[in-house]
C-alpha cells in the first residue's frame, strides 16, 4: 500500500500539472481551433471533474476517522486501492487515468487512518518500505516509474490480488488482536495524530518527493554521480527501521532538556542541507569529493528518523481527530506542491484578468519573488516536519525493537540497496570515432512535454533515432521535477538511446542544459547568464572524435513573453549573447592557446533569423549552415496557431565543414523540433 500511494500521489502531481497546464493553454484560443485529437488535449469541463475529484482525497480520511474502529475497513481500502492501481495501467480503463491515481491516493490516504488507529507502530514502515520500493523500481527504470505504462498490467494485476489475499489475512488477524489488547492499558497500535503531526506529515511527504527520496533529484543539486548515490540514498532511507539505529539517535539527544532536543535535531538537519546544496564538491589532496550529495544523504538519515515522531498511542477514552489532521497534511503536502512550481514558474507567472487585475500589483511581484528560493522552501518544510518533535516533551518516540524486528528490518536493507545499486549501473556507450561525417543536433524538448503538455520522453527518444545524430545540444531538461512525474530526462534518453550525456541545471539546478553524445566527451562545465526573468546558462561540452576537441557550447536565451515590452526583453537577450561571447573570448585567451579551433555555438535562442540579436552573432564570425533555407526546412518552433525558427546550430568561422541540414517536423512530440547538421569529420 505504501509503494501504490508512493507511485500514484508522484504520478497525480505530474498529471494533475500538465492536465492543468493544458486547459489553460487551450482556453486561449478561439473555440474550436484545437482538435480534441490534439495530443494532450483537455477542455475545460473535463478538468473540473478531475478537480473536483480531488475532494475525495481530502474527504475520505475524514470519513474514514468513523469507521476505522470496523476491522475490515482497512481491507476495503486495500480493495479499492489494488482495482484502481490496475486502472492506471490499464488501456480502456473505465475512468482516466487522473482519476484513477486519484481513486489510489484516496484510498491509500483512508487506509493511513485505519492505519494509525488500530495499527500505529506500522506507520513509519508504511511510508519508509513505500518509498524504498519506489526508489529501486525508478533504479530499473533509469528514473523512469515503468510501473505506469501499459506494458507493466500484468505485473500489476499479480501485485494487485497478492495485496488484497495479503489484507484478507491480515484483516482476520486484527480480530484477535484486538480482543487480546483491549483493556486500561495504552496500546502501541493504537495510536493518534495532532494537528501540527498532521502538518508536519505534509511537510515530510513533500520533502521526500522533492528531493530527499528521490537519487536523480538529490544528485542533480549537488552535481555528483546518479549511480553512485542511488545504494547510498536507499541506505539512509531505509537504516531507521534498525532497531539499533533508532536506539542510538536515542542516545544521541538524551543529554539533551526535553524541551530542546527537538531544535537541536532541527539545526543538525538544516545545516546538512545548507551545506549540501550550497556547497557541491570540494578539494582535497588532489581529489574532488562529493561532499554535497554525502551531506543530503546524512539529512535523509536524520529526516527519515522523524517518521516515529508524528504518531503517538492513544490513551483510553481519549478523543482524536485524526482523520481531519490526515486531511490537513494533505493541504499542506499541496500547499508545498504550489510554492514547489513557483521556484521553477516563477517566471511566467501572468496578471490576473478583470474583475481581479486590482491584485496584480502586489500578486504577481509577490509570485514572482519565488525566484531561487527553492532552499528557503525546503528549509521551511524541513522545520514544520520537525515540530511534532520540538513540541513532544513527555516522551521519546524511538524506542527499542524486538530481535524478530531486526531480522524483518534488514530484509529490505540486504535485499533492495544490492538491487537497486545494480540496476544503477551505467550503460557501456559505444564511442563512435574517425567517421567521415559527424551529425549535431539541438532540440528544446520542453520538459518533457508536447504542445498540449502530454507527456512524451519516448516520441522525443524516437526524434533523435530518427535524426541520427551523434550529439545532440538540448534545451528544457528536467533532471527531477515533482511536474515532469520526477524523471532525469537527459539520463533516461542517454540510457535508452545508448549514448553519454552531460548535465547542467539552471534553475534550481533541476531544469537546465543537456548535451547526448556518441562522441566521448572528455570535459564540460557551465555557467549562468545575466537574467531577469527565467535563469539562463551556458554549457560548454567537449567531445574528442579524433586527436583534437571538438567545443560544444549549449544555450537557451531568454523568453519573449506577451505582456512585457519586446525592447526589455530583447534588450535582456543581448545582455546574455555578450555574456556568451566574453565567455567564449575569455576561454579563447585561457583554454585554447589564442585559437577557437572547431566550435558548435548552439540551442534556443528565442529569436528569429532576421533579428538584430542574431546579427550580432554574425557579425563576429559564427556562421549558420541553414542561411537562406526556406521556412518549411527551417522552422524549429512548430505550434498549432504559428511556426518561427528559434534555435540555431552556429560554426566558428568554417572550422567545420556542413555538408546538409534537416529538421525532424513530422514528430511532435515537443512543441520545438529537431534540427541537425552534417559535418565533415
Not at 57 to 86: D, N, Y
Not at 324 to 337: M, N, P, R, S, T
Not at 440 to 469: D, K, P
Request: neutral net charge.
Amino acid at each position: 500500500m505504501g509503494l501504490f500511494f508512493v507511485q500514484s500521489l508522484r504520478l497525480m502531481i505530474g498529471l494533475l500539472y500538465s492536465r492543468t497546464s493544458s486547459a489553460a493553454l487551450i482556453s486561449t484560443f478561439p473555440p474550436g481551433t484545437v482538435p480534441p485529437t490534439a495530443p494532450g488535449y483537455v477542455s475545460v469541463e473535463a478538468l473540473g471533474v478531475e478537480l473536483s475529484a480531488l475532494g475525495v482525497v481530502f474527504g475520505l480520511p475524514i470519513l474514514m476517522a468513523l469507521f476505522s474502529r470496523f476491522r475490515w475497513a482497512a481491507v476495503a481500502m486495500v480493495l479499492t486501492a489494488a482495482v484502481a492501481r490496475v486502472w492506471v495501467v490499464l488501456p480502456d480503463a473505465p475512468v482516466s487515468q487522473l482519476l484513477a491515481t486519484q481513486i489510489v491516493v484516496a484510498a491509500a490516504v483512508g487506509y493511513l487512518v485505519t492505519l494509525i488507529t488500530s495499527r500505529a507502530r506500522l506507520f513509519p514502515a508504511f511510508f519508509i518500505l513505500g518509498f524504498a520500493l519506489d526508489q529501486t523500481i525508478r533504479a530499473f527504470g533509469n528514473t523512469f516509474d515503468p510501473s505506469m505504462q501499459p506494458s507493466y498490467l500484468n505485473v500489476q494485476v499479480g501485485l494487485s490480488i497478492g495485496l488484497v489475499a495479503a489484507a484478507l489475512l491480515s484483516g482476520l488477524r486484527v480480530q484477535s488482536a484486538l480482543q487480546v489488547e483491549e483493556g486500561v492499558q495504552i496500546d502501541a497500535n493504537r495510536g493518534t495524530l495532532s494537528l501540527w503531526s498532521g502538518v508536519g506529515m505534509g511537510a515530510m511527504l513533500y520533502l521526500q518527493l522533492s528531493l530527499f527520496a528521490l537519487p536523480n533529484a538529490l544528485t542533480a543539486r549537488t552535481s555528483a554521480d546518479y549511480a553512485l548515490f542511488v545504494p547510498v540514498v536507499l541506505a539512509c532511507s531505509l537504516l531507521p527501521l534498525i532497531p539499533a539505529v533508532r536506539t542510538q539517535a536515542r542516545a544521541l539527544i538524551a543529554p539533551f532538556d526535553s524541551g530542546t532536543r527537538g531544535w537541536v535535531w532541527f539545526v543538525i538537519a538544516a545545516a546538512l542541507v545548507i551545506f549540501g546544496m550550497r556547497v557541491p564538491r570540494i578539494g582535497i589532496a588532489g581529489s574532488d569529493i562529493m561532499i554535497g550529495a554525502i551531506l543530503l544523504c546524512a539529512a535523509q538519515l536524520l529526516i527519515s528518523l522523524l517518521w516515529w515522531w508524528f504518531v503517538r498511542p492513544r490513551a483510553p477514552r481519549e478523543r482524536t481527530f485524526p482523520g481531519l489532521w490526515v486531511a490537513l497534511g494533505a493541504l499542506v503536502l499541496a500547499l508545498f506542491i504550489g510554492l514547489d512550481t513557483l521556484t521553477f514558474d516563477y517566471a511566467f507567472v501572468q496578471g490576473l484578468a478583470p474583475p481581479l487585475d486590482v491584485v496584480n500589483d502586489v500578486v504577481i511581484p509577490l509570485m514572482r519573488g519565488f525566484r531561487g528560493m527553492g532552499l528557503g522552501v525546503i528549509l521551511l518544510a524541513l522545520f514544520l516536519a520537525t515540530v511534532p518533535m520540538i513540541l513532544s516533551t513527555r516522551r521519546v518516540a524511538w524506542v527499542p525493537g524486538t530481535r524478530l524486528e531486526t531480522i524483518g528490518s534488514l530484509l529490505p536493507m540486504l535485499t533492495l540497496v544490492p538491487l537497486a545499486s545494480y540496476f544503477a549501473q551505467p550503460i557501456a556507450v559505444v564511442p563512435q570515432l574517425n567517421l567521415r561525417e559527424y551529425r549535431i543536433g539541438t532540440y528544446n524538448i520542453h520538459n518533457g512535454f508536447s504542445e498540449f503538455y502530454a507527456h512524451s520522453l519516448r516520441g522525443i527518444a524516437a526524434a533523435i533515432q530518427e535524426s541520427g545524430v551523434h550529439i545532440l545540444l538540448m534545451q528544457d531538461v528536467d533532471a527531477g521535477r515533482l511536474t515532469s512525474f520526477g524523471v532525469d530526462q537527459g539520463l533516461w534518453l542517454a540510457r535508452t538511446l545508448g549514448m553519454d550525456v552531460r548535465y547542467f541545471g539552471t534553475v534550481e539546478s533541476l531544469t537546465g542544459l543537456a548535451v547526448l553524445s556518441r562522441v566521448p566527451i572528455v570535459y564540460d562545465d557551465g555557467f549562468l547568464l545575466p537574467s531577469v526573468d527565467q535563469q539562463a546558462g551556458l554549457q560548454r561540452v567537449q567531445v574528442q572524435p579524433d586527436q583534437n576537441v571538438i567545443k560544444i557550447y549549449n544555450t537557451a536565451l531568454g523568453v519573449l513573453l506577451a505582456g512585457d515590452t519586446i525592447e526589455e526583453q530583447e534588450a535582456g537577450q543581448r545582455a546574455q549573447l555578450e555574456a556568451i561571447l566574453s565567455i567564449i573570448r575569455t576561454h579563447i585567451e585561457t583554454d585554447y592557446n589564442g585559437q577557437l579551433g572547431r566550435t558548435i555555438l548552439g540551442g534556443t535562442f528565442n529569436n528569429v533569423p532576421d533579428s538584430p540579436l542574431l546579427q550580432i552573432l554574425r557579425s563576429t564570425g559564427f556562421v549558420d549552415p541553414f542561411a537562406g533555407a526556406p521556412r518549411e526546412r527551417s522552422d524549429t518552433l512548430i505550434r498549432i496557431d504559428r511556426s518561427a525558427r528559434v534555435s540555431y546550430l552556429w560554426i566558428w568561422r568554417e572550422t567545420l565543414t556542413p555538408i546538409g541540414y534537416n529538421v525532424i517536423r513530422d514528430n511532435a512530440a515537443s512543441d520545438h523540433r529537431l534540427a541537425f547538421i552534417g559535418v565533415e569529420g
